[in-house]
């Protein structure tokens, strides 16, 4: 084995650690046990690991093979599919057997799952992260007043456009649940907050002068190929899956403006297509942790440039930069705290929720949170 090829095995375990880490971290709920497993598997097992280490960088091998498994599962209706949880079902016990199944069905299927990755990338619609856009969208709107125009990067299938269609729940053990949304809403999204402040959950939900996505290669979820394939990138638990099917028939019933291409190319066009009374809202979650460097100034220069035109506010929920144990930045260049950075390379990831703040081209930033991956956990500073 070539050197290159030993390098590009360890960064990948060590990514399918931390992205296990991330998710199923010691005190998650026992229904996470499935996303842990399998990307514990695709660190440790070499069939696996062979057929991860060899998806380029930039397609995100552990997630993109988690999924491509999760699709041809579901679509060869192969045995050890009954770990694999249906929407509004409960998640499958853990019998100790996954681990073997799992690595024969790779074994058999090594071809395909190949192919699968070469001709498709990963995308995550994870709505659950809307609760830890909504107290940001709240403080934005105690300062001023003006209707929102919402533009949704990296939108993939638009669900973050409709976060005003969905119903939430923020709990916590030192105060009452606060509740806020459209309680006839299918989607349901609820957080635990964990010590320290309380998060500025607003008594309505904020006013859609306009929304648009931007992706470059937004995705119609009634397309049912489409869907299946988002459908197989949800991590494997009980209640992201019920999650993604209520909020993807929430889509189709309202479906969205969206633009094809490199935010970095069509940004510019798309904010001077927003009403000119509305303040522009960018929101990013788990986008820019993937752009390259390069790309990421690139953005703040736009953003500087775009903000001297209109006023404008960036929301993002990132991990820190570069993902992975050397992890040390936000995307937004905000002052961490030492901790957050150590517990990114012992613990996983986590979500980095901030807020830029663009006003004739003066920019200024706060760091307001962090959030587990799949908003099971959000903490307010």
Do not use: K
């Not at 679509?75 to 079902?89: K, L, N, Q």
């Not at 993939?156 to 606060?178: F, I, K, M, Q």
């Not at 028939?249 to 001077?272: I, K, T």
């Amino acid at each position: 084995m070539t050197h290159a090829a030993v390098t590009a095995r360890s960064v990948v375990a060590g990514q399918a650690r931390a992205i296990a880490a991330a998710w199923s971290p010691q005190d998650a709920p026992a229904g996470w046990w499935l996303t842990a497993e399998t990307f514990a598997a695709i660190a440790e097992e070499d069939d696996l690991l062979d057929l991860a280490a060899a998806i380029p960088p930039d397609r995100l091998p552990p997630l993109l093979l988690g999924a491509a498994v999760a699709f041809l599962v579901r679509e060869r209706r192969a045995a050890v599919g009954r770990y694999y949880p249906e929407p509004g079902g409960g998640q499958p016990r853990r019998d100790g057997g996954f681990r073997a199944e799992l690595v024969d069905f790779v074994r058999a299927e090594r071809g395909a799952l190949a192919q699968l990755c070469a001709t498709h990338r990963y995308q995550m619609n994870e709505v659950a992260r809307c609760a830890d856009v909504l107290p940001v969208l709240a403080t934005i709107g105690a300062e001023d007043r003006r209707p929102l125009a919402l533009v949704d990067l990296g939108t993939g299938a638009g669900l973050g456009l409709h976060l005003d269609r969905y119903h939430y729940t923020y709990r916590s053990a030192v105060s009452p649940d606060r509740t806020v949304g459209d309680r006839t809403s299918p989607v349901l999204l609820t957080c635990e907050v964990r010590a320290g402040a309380q998060p500025p959950v607003p008594a309505e939900l904020p006013v859609m002068a306009d929304r648009v996505g931007v992706d470059v290669e937004p995705l119609d979820v009634a397309d049912p190929h489409t869907l299946a394939w988002l459908t197989a990138c949800v991590p494997p638990e009980s209640g992201a899956v019920t999650r993604f099917a209520a909020a993807a028939a929430v889509a189709r019933a309202h479906p969205a403006r969206s633009v094809r291409g490199n935010l970095l190319e069509v940004l510019g066009d798309v904010v001077a297509s927003t009403p000119r009374d509305a303040l522009v809202c960018l929101v990013d979650t788990y986008v820019h942790v993937f752009l390259p460097p390069a790309d990421l100034r690139r953005f703040d220069d736009l953003l500087t440039e775009l903000g001297r035109e209109r006023d404008l506010e960036w929301i993002s929920v990132d991990p820190l930069v570069p993902l992975g144990p050397d992890a040390r930045a936000s995307v937004q260049g905000l002052d961490l705290p030492a901790a957050w950075v150590r517990d990114t390379r012992e613990g996983g990831v986590f979500g980095v929720i901030g807020r830029v703040r663009v006003r004739r081209g003066r920019r200024s930033g706060t760091l307001l949170g962090r959030a587990h991956p799949g908003a099971d956990w959000l903490e307010w500073r």
